[in-house]
């Protein structure tokens, strides 16, 4: 199990004060402006073109060996509490979203599962993350799953021992404020695994050492 | 002006609870274990040997750049008040202190110079971050002043403008808690200026664009 994610130079996976018409928050598009650009980004939107190269690349082969997605509720809609009363109950990717696999989104409200346009599925689960996690594996086979996000969803399968690598893309920009990654609580060591550089983002990746 | 400082992937640059004993808090002495075995570094401690390659010529390059370094007291003490009063007045580093030019300590009570045994000092400045670049420049000359943490330090100098660049070294460790680098409240747009990995640790230099 990998957690991938974005982040800021000073560790922040969104801007401060996300609110629906800006979900990241002030300044945190500049995270994710580094893959928008990308062929392997543009193509399974229906786009054309886009740039290869090292980030490409990264991407791909993320995609490729990714086979289900976990990510917290707040990532999925930025809501919390019954669906019924949440304005993003449909999540924020409208009828692109960009996951290639089933999402399982981890939620304390039941929901039946969601299908997106490609036929895979948005599945929530509310018994916590081992139980979310043990879906995903069921689905993704051979595959790795990922924790896309966000902080509170990686930090609790960190502190649980569930977590074989982290991949952090480093967006050069300082948020100075927002939601964190690493809120603390859980430490351990890791080894460097990769480290992919170019002009516009830094990809870094650890195995964590049990 | 350039900060340098080795911080963890969660983003800290000491471990909690740090001690007279254990300047660098729980698990913190992990952030500098890369450096520790470099030829640039065991050649100005008098000891032979060490490794070479790109680790040691960050830390070469690094060293013929710099014309001076400013620190925070707690750096250069972990203590705060009276200096009569701060059981570490000395500082940490004994008869071998690992800076090879003026260290300017940033500090709300005065203090005479203290010289090193290499002849070079640490100057004590009352009258702000601002007044310590000052001094700093002056004897750095054509040289980088090079601010060397905390990260209370760092961000002082990042919210006022005037870092140029920022270098973290980045230890493969996650310490779950301890002093952030980036405590927030100052952003920016950064440009990468270069990346070295290597198997033991990664180094990011980035340029503040203003």
């Known amino acids: ?34 893959v928008l650009k990308l062929s392997a980004w543009r193509g399974p939107h229906g786009r ?17 060996r990714t086979g289900a997605v976990i990510m917290g509720r707040r990532m999925y809609s930025g809501g919390s509490g019954p669906w019924e009363q949440d304005p993003n109950a449909e999540g924020w990717w409208g009828e692109e979203p960009p996951f290639h696999t089933d999402v399982f989104v981890l939620t304390h409200h039941a929901r039946e599962p969601k299908p997106m346009p490609a036929g ?20 993704a086979g051979e595959k790795d ?6 902080g509170e969803a990686v930090q609790q399968y960190l502190a649980a021992g ?16 927002g939601v964190r990654l690493f809120t603390g609580g ?3 060591a890791l080894e460097i695994d990769r480290v992919v550089a170019s002009p516009g983002v830094t990809h870094l990746r650890y195995r964590l050492v049990s």
Do not use: C, K, Y
């Open 120 to 139: 895979n599925r948005f599945v929530f689960v509310t018994d916590g993350p081992e139980a979310g996690l043990e879906q995903a594996r069921a689905v």
């Open 48 to 64: 054309e073109g886009g740039e290869t190269g090292p980030d490409d690349e990264v991407v791909r082969d993320g995609r490729e």
């Open 145 to 150: 799953v990922l924790v896309a996000g966000g």
């Open 186 to 188: 859980a430490g351990g």
């Open 1 to 34: 199990m990998i957690a991938d994610i974005s982040v800021s130079v000073d560790g922040f996976v969104a801007g401060p004060d996300p609110t629906l018409e800006d979900p990241l928050g002030r300044g945190g598009e500049q995270l994710h402006e580094w």
């Open 162 to 177: 569930l977590l074989d690598e982290i991949q952090v893309h480093v967006a050069p920009v300082l948020l100075g404020d």
